[in-house]
């Protein structure tokens, strides 16, 4: 049977005998259809397409650099007029970033009461529009650390914190924390220098930007927790969470109900899973390389290892990779064609029942598949670091890519998560498969238990490779 590549690969047999085309409504099936293949990320992005956040502190207590870090952007200055005034009403935003709208104010002097009342203005106001993405999201207060002797808050500070915030979350942050550490260096004449140079430089606070991202992330309610996910660029923890919660909510409600779905290709179901991952990872990516079919054809061609069937089967899995790329290719007698399963808009992993039924038609695609997303995953963990180490606002480049492609391969990554995967394959049953959420749970499993860690810092603190940790049980013998 010669295909090409919107040819429906996968029949999802019905629980009866045999498959009425004339008891399907052909209309109702085909919204069905597009509800379920529609991007799930674009569905959350509908609702509320960019994270609101209130940046509140004096001028120089470092919010440029907290910005800039936190959603990996280049704004020269936070404060766009004149120096230490800010416009608290005005959107600021970057074409670096789209996904978030900043509002700056200045910080409350002693004495002073009209910033404290256009700050509580300005918050009221959100409150009550209509809109959530009208609303503010999250508050950072930025207090500069004192280095001599005064006070950290002011009594306008205290008040602030005490106002109805609409349950807005607010997160103090203490900025400015390098100086403090120098000047008690300056000052430890008492302290071995070797030893307060080993504490003071091992990972020289870069940990801290990640954990006021990731307190952030867990202060924000069901609606809005994903959307900054997907804005933020510091947290690699907080990526993969979003890419399996946003899965869990496009849980496949259509096939749940046993319905069936014409018309789909496996491209084009495989197409939306990882432009859905791409989305929710954010990069920089003006050209749009990463959805590209040349990374496409990639990321396919990285499964041939996966390919461990007889001959005759290997010839199909190849013809499957060929399709899911886009290449016309012919599909032997193991594939049926003639109705196609559609895949829902899952951000990586949350394809738990297509999986069971793609296993139930020939285990070479749940195989693939499973492969496909979590070295999808995990390049993209490797080309997240290059791209912190290549600057503030620095956009996706081929070379960033091959480099990524790279490091993904030689930390052995590849191996583990295949070796995990076959075995997988080969240890659970047909019944036990049918436990819908086997394979999405040993799909996170198997994600979650491979991170990436810069090492080999500069002179300028930027980090020069990769390693990886991998959980001891996915490790091959």
């Known amino acids: 049977m010669s295909i090409t590549s919107d040819t429906p690969l996968l029949r999802l047999r019905s629980s009866s005998s045999s498959y009425r085309a004339s008891h399907v409504d052909t209309k109702k099936n085909s919204s069905i259809i597009e509800r379920e293949l ?17 940046v509140l502190g004096k001028s120089g207590a470092g919010k440029s650099s907290l910005i800039n870090g936190a959603f990996n952007v280049d704004l020269a200055n936070v404060s766009h007029e004149q120096s230490g005034v800010s416009d608290i009403d005005e959107e600021i935003t970057s074409d670096q970033n789209s996904r978030f709208i900043l509002h700056d104010s200045q910080g409350f002097a002693a004495g002073e009461t009209q910033n404290f009342e256009t700050v509580k203005r300005f918050i009221d106001g959100r409150a009550v529009q209509p809109e959530l993405k009208d609303r503010l999201h999250a508050i950072w207060f ?10 950290l808050f002011q009594t306008a500070d205290e008040k602030f914190l005490k106002l109805e915030l609409y349950n807005v979350p607010v997160i103090v942050v203490f900025t400015k924390f390098d100086l403090l550490v120098r000047k008690l260096e300056r000052e430890a004449t008492d302290v071995d220098g070797d030893a307060l140079e080993t504490v003071v430089h091992k990972r020289r606070y870069r940990n801290t930007l990640v954990q006021l991202v990731d307190e952030t992330q867990s202060r924000l309610d069901e609606r809005m927790w994903i959307l900054w996910a997907l804005a933020q660029r510091a ?23 046993s319905l069936h779905f014409p018309g789909k290709s496996l491209k084009q179901c495989l197409d939306r899973i990882h432009d859905d991952m791409i989305d929710v990872w954010n990069f920089n990516d003006p050209d749009k390389l990463l959805k590209s079919q040349d990374f496409k054809i990639i990321m396919a061609d990285l499964l041939k290892d996966l390919d ?9 899995t190849k013809d499957i990779l060929r399709t ?10 193991i594939i049926p064609g003639a109705v196609a399963i559609a895949i829902p808009a899952a951000a990586g992993v949350a394809i738990a029942q297509w999986l069971y039924f793609a296993y139930q038609e020939t285990p070479a695609i749940l195989q693939l598949l499973m492969g496909y997303i979590c070295d999808l995953t995990n390049v993209l963990q490797c080309l997240f670091w290059i791209m912190r180490v290549h600057g503030e606002g620095a956009p996706v480049q081929s070379q960033l890519i091959e480099t990524a492609l790279d490091a993904h391969d030689e930390t052995g990554a590849p191996r583990a998560i295949h070796h995990k995967i076959r075995s997988f394959m080969k240890q659970t049953s047909t019944f036990e498969f049918s436990q819908k959420d086997k394979a999405l749970n040993e799909l996170i499993r198997i994600i979650q238990s491979v991170r990436f860690q810069p090492e080999n810092s500069d002179s300028e603190g930027r980090r020069s490779s990769l390693s990886m940790t991998i959980a001891t049980d996915i490790l091959p013998p």
């Open 38 to 54: 529609a991007s799930s990320t674009e569905e959350i992005l509908a609702k509320c397409p960019k994270f609101r956040i209130l």
């Open 142 to 151: 930025c207090m500069e650390i004192p280095t001599e002797n005064g006070a």
């Open 235 to 257: 947290s690699v923890d907080g990526k993969i969470d979003a890419c399996i919660e946003v899965g869990r909510r496009k849980y496949w409600r259509g096939l749940a109900s």
């Open 308 to 316: 461990d069937t007889d001959s005759k089967k290997a010839a199909a």
């Open 324 to 333: 899911v790329t886009g290449t016309i290719g012919a599909v032997t007698s």
